[in-house]
């Protein structure tokens, strides 16, 4: 039994990066999580009772609670997995993957700023921290289903 599975890297890397890409078709990807949390919660707690009696036709607030669960510990994970990358790693995920895509730091600035200029030092930064990110998620996931 070894101590590490080994895994295709390329095939993790594009996974990530897949992931974070706001692709509407894409069954499980971090736009759609996200959008459906937040639409999760901010909806209102209306009932439709017609009784007159406050909260005979159950607890609206938490049936929204317990269908958000699953939205919310997908989003908690997620947040885990970023932590558990190297403070470079989670810079460029931050700037280039987890901010919406007309926000996003732009290459040359984010390179600058992390001092990764020339040679493709870039590339191999973003390339590490996808992994980084695949890495950590692979050991998160199953805590959080």
């Not at 890397?13 to 078709?25: E, G, I, K, N, S």
């Not at 049936?63 to 460029?92: F, M, P």
């Not at 040359?108 to 590339?123: A, F, I, M, V």
Request: hydrophobic residues 35%.
């Amino acid at each position: 039994m070894e101590l590490f599975e080994v895994y295709d890297g390329k095939a993790s890397v594009q996974a990530v990066r897949d992931f974070f890409m706001d692709d509407p078709y894409h069954p499980r990807n971090y736009w759609r999580i996200k959008r459906r949390y937040e639409a999760m919660f901010g909806l209102g707690g209306h009932s439709g009772d017609v009784t007159g009696v406050r909260g005979s036709r159950g607890n609206h607030t938490e049936d929204k609670l317990i269908d958000g669960n699953v939205y919310e510990r997908a989003l908690i994970a997620i947040g885990r997995g970023l932590l558990g990358c190297t403070h470079q790693s989670q810079a460029i995920l931050n700037a280039r993957y987890f901010s919406p895509e007309d926000e996003r730091e732009k290459v040359w600035h984010l390179s600058s700023r992390l001092g990764l200029t020339g040679g493709g030092r870039y590339q191999r930064a973003d390339y590490q921290a996808c992994y980084e990110f695949a890495d950590a998620m692979d050991v998160i996931v199953p805590r959080y289903q």
